[in-house]
């Protein structure tokens, strides 16, 4: 074994020898010297490339992605040796005072070596690198944890009562209980250890949650997707030089450590991240024959082309040749979404006496991006604030619909079921894009109050019951004019678009009437070839493609 793990130590030199590894290290090391100072634990990160470190020690590569805790130590005694021979740090005096995180640049594309948080059982027991993807929807403020500590025996008589004899370094899934505690007793003497505190090496921590993607299909109003599939939030840790890497709401791809994190009598599953990728949507790069040769055909007008494909919009939903208006802007509105700074959204608000057909309408179609969200009435709009749960009692701010909408649609309903804060809250974000959330320091055992400005890159759906109760009907209005005396005139501005029912109140058209009935007869029919021809999925991978 001995012989084995020799033959590791000098692979992993010479993997870091020709992947520029080692003059980073020295780089490194240079900085800690010059500072003069002595630390119970010197930090280094190793970049690692699987396949590269495979083809040059299959034994290695395979320790790495395996046994990656063991791992580590192959390269910390290469790393103290490197010091020791070359003088690089007069401080350092043993080896446990050098922690190494290796961080994999990629994992193999192999099934065995992702993580799904939507499939059974979640595998937390084998410490090894994974990798996995989700969606953040939640994020703790950055906080301090133990990176390492200086024990020395109590005994004055013994000789480990100074030096570098015991040194606790942070590992995967530790808690600061586990890394910092006061029941260690000495090796040789028997006697308790008391930390050294003024060499307690402190680091950043951030605590996300996140969710398998797969939830925003679980949160569109319609679906023609039928599969079951489990959702399950997992716990994430960025530690240090990750912390406030995650943005809330966006999608992303990590490479860590699972591990099980005792909080009381509670376990949770988490990941110890090593690194992290952020996944941007990818739209198809083509659009259906159909559309390019309907285009081709009204190549002479300007117009013809978007009137024939709002016309034909949706006939699963409505019969083609209604709500025309409505279609034509519901596609724009789509072609307009985008995850871009300083992007131009075209946020709808429709009045209406047809609440029913219109949020079938609006459902089908949210289901034509990716991340088209309906908001559950029971639930915030905008990002709120509330306890880390895993016992540390900072605040932790928790996405909502606008925020998982990101680059989409978030459709909130009837504009008339919220409460006048809620509205002044919407007509804020509609005119800036922007919302705070204010954590207060007192309640969160922080020493000041923060606020922390969040961007809502999505466009808004909502209608407005004209027929409703609460509408009270003025008479002193101006042939043309319209009553919007049931929502403040300032939110009616700054939605981007408003659209008038085209259909008087309480009578349906008689297509529209025809379509109701034989969709109760049957269901999945297709009732007009024209669905045959212009497919849900044709105008799905237009959506993106032109987004």
């Known amino acids: 074994m001995h012989r084995e793990v020799q033959k590791m130590r000098e692979a992993a030199l010479v993997y870091l ?4 590894g080692l003059q980073k290290f020295v780089q490194d090391c240079k900085k800690y010297s010059d500072s003069k100072q002595s630390y119970a634990v010197y930090r280094f990160i190793i970049s690692i490339n699987p396949s590269d470190i495979a083809e040059l020690d299959a034994t290695l590569g395979n320790y790495i992605l395996h046994n990656p805790i063991q791992a580590a130590q192959i390269f910390q005694s290469v790393c103290f040796i490197a010091i020791k021979t070359l003088s690089l740090i007069e401080q350092l005096q043993t080896e446990a005072q050098i922690s190494i995180l290796l961080k994999p640049t990629h994992l193999p594309p192999l099934p065995s070596y992702v993580l799904s948080l939507a499939a059974f059982p979640f595998n937390y027991t084998s ?4 990798m996995s993807e989700g969606i953040a929807i939640a994020m703790g403020i950055v906080t301090k944890y133990t990176q390492g500590a200086r024990f020395l025996c109590t005994e004055e008589t013994c000789q480990f009562s100074k030096g570098f004899r015991y040194i606790r370094v942070h590992l995967p899934g530790a808690t600061e209980s586990a890394t910092v505690r006061n029941d260690f007793v000495c090796g040789l003497c028997s006697s308790p250890l008391q930390e050294d505190m003024k060499f307690r090496v402190l680091g950043d921590k951030q605590i996300v949650e996140m969710i398998d993607a797969k939830v925003l299909n679980a949160l569109k109003g319609y679906s023609n997707d039928k599969s079951h599939f489990r959702i399950q939030t997992f716990t994430v840790f960025l530690r240090d030089e990750l912390a406030n890497k995650m943005k809330i709401g966006n999608h992303y791809k990590i490479i860590g450590i699972p591990a099980c994190v005792q909080n009381g009598l509670q376990a949770t599953a988490c990941i110890e991240v090593n690194s992290v990728q952020l996944c941007k949507p990818r739209g198809p790069s083509f659009v259906s024959d159909n559309f390019k040769d309907l285009l081709s055909l009204t190549a002479s007008s300007c117009w013809r082309f978007s009137a024939i494909l709002a016309n034909i919009f949706a006939s699963q939903v409505v019969p083609p040749g209604t709500y025309n208006t409505l279609k034509l802007a519901i596609l724009l509105s789509l072609v307009q979404t985008c995850e871009k700074e300083n992007a131009d959204y075209l946020d ?10 219109i949020d079938r309408l609006l459902n089908y179609s949210l289901c034509l991006l ?14 709120s604030v509330s306890k880390d749960k895993h016992g540390t009692g900072s605040a932790s701010i928790q996405a909502c619909s606008a925020v ?7 459709y909130i309903g009837d504009l008339a079921s919220y409460k006048k804060d809620k509205l002044e809250l919407l007509q804020s974000v509609l005119e800036s894009r922007m919302t705070t959330v204010f954590i207060p320091g007192k309640k969160y055992g922080e020493e000041a109050d923060q606020q922390v400005t969040i961007s809502l890159q999505t466009n808004f759906w909502s209608y407005v019951d004209s027929s409703s109760k609460k509408h009270i009907q003025k008479d002193n209005f101006l042939i043309g004019q319209m009553d919007m005396s049931l929502i403040p005139p300032n939110l009616v501005d700054a939605f981007g678009l408003l659209i008038h029912n085209e259909f008087p109140s309480c009578q349906q058209s008689s297509p529209m009437v025809h379509h109701i009935l034989k969709k109760a007869i049957h269901p ?21 493609h032109y987004a």
């Open 370 to 383: 990716p991340r088209g969200i309906r908001h559950p009435p029971y639930s915030d709009i905008f990002p």
């Open 348 to 357: 709808l608000l429709i009045v209406t006496t047809d609440t029913l057909v």
């Open 404 to 410: 998982l909408a990101k680059g989409g649609i978030c």
């Open 524 to 544: 999945e029919a297709m009732l007009y070839k024209v669905s045959q021809q212009f497919r849900m999925q044709d105008y799905e991978e237009a959506s993106l």
């Open 127 to 130: 410490q090894r690198f994974y």
């Open 17 to 20: 020898d020709r992947s520029g």
